[in-house]
């Protein structure tokens, strides 16, 4: 598609509980990127992809968070045992070879 | 550590004129220089990019690069209300197509009719 591709939109899980997101990016694009938004305009990187593998993750806190993108399925993110402090709004992004990144419309994850 | 610093603001502008938003950043590798606008609760919107030394102009936006000074600005002319958002400057690395972007904390702009 034309659109990067993010749902849900809106996720709601207890403390402890698991919380997945999915990203389908723009058709021809080879370059996946997840960040997430916390307190209005702070964007923190959390990983990349190129195609299916993984080319940077040094955002990732690894302990509890994990990322696949795999061929012929949309992109996902995975939360396990999510914390008050993962409360954001996650955003996906797709480019190709050093185009700029365009977005989606994120998923807002609220952790009760 | 990358870096990208930016004026929070807010800044107030009055309509019809010309609004200016810096940023910068501490990568001197650093290759592509972008620009983003975002409205409250929305995602963010590609307005500019640039690569190369000086001005690149688009409609009523213009980028600036410095890369010397590693300093990029953003005009935007005959400011609108519409306008009024959040500006991100955002920069990419030279590790190639998957170098993800590094983000202000944006500059919260305010056109007043």
């Known amino acids: 598609g034309e659109e990067v591709a993010q749902t849900p939109k809106h996720l709601v899980r207890g403390e402890g509980q698991k919380a997945k997101l999915y990203c389908a990016p723009i058709?021809?694009?080879?370059?996946v990127f997840w960040y997430q938004q916390v307190l209005k305009n702070e964007f923190k990187f959390l990983i990349s992809?190129?195609?299916?593998?993984?080319?940077?993750e040094t955002g990732m806190p690894k302990e509890r968070f994990s990322a696949k993108c795999l061929p012929n399925s949309p992109c996902s993110l995975e939360i396990q045992a999510t914390k008050l402090e993962d409360s954001a709004v996650y955003f996906c992004?797709?480019?190709?070879?050093?185009?700029?990144?365009?977005f989606g419309n994120g998923t807002r994850l609220t952790v009760t | 550590q990358k870096e990208v610093e930016q004026n929070s603001g807010p800044l107030s502008v009055p309509e019809g004129a010309i609004a200016s938003l810096n940023c910068t950043y501490s990568d001197r590798g650093s290759q592509s220089f972008f620009w983003y606008r975002q409205y409250s609760g929305k995602s963010p919107e590609l307005i500019m990019f640039i690569y190369s030394n000086g001005d690149k102009e688009d409609g009523r936006f213009t980028a600036q690069l410095n890369k010397a000074s590693q300093y990029v600005s953003l005009l935007i002319r005959d400011s609108q209300p519409s306008d009024s958002a959040t500006y991100l400057c955002?920069?990419?690395?030279?590790?190639?197509?998957?170098?993800?972007?590094?983000f202000g904390k944006g500059t919260h702009l305010i056109i007043q009719p």
């Open positions: 992004a797709s480019s190709q070879w050093f185009s700029p990144l365009h």
């Open positions: 058709k021809g694009h080879s370059y």
């Open positions: 992809f190129q195609n299916e593998n993984v080319f940077d």
């Open positions: 955002a920069v990419r690395g030279s590790g190639g197509g998957a170098d993800g972007l590094t």
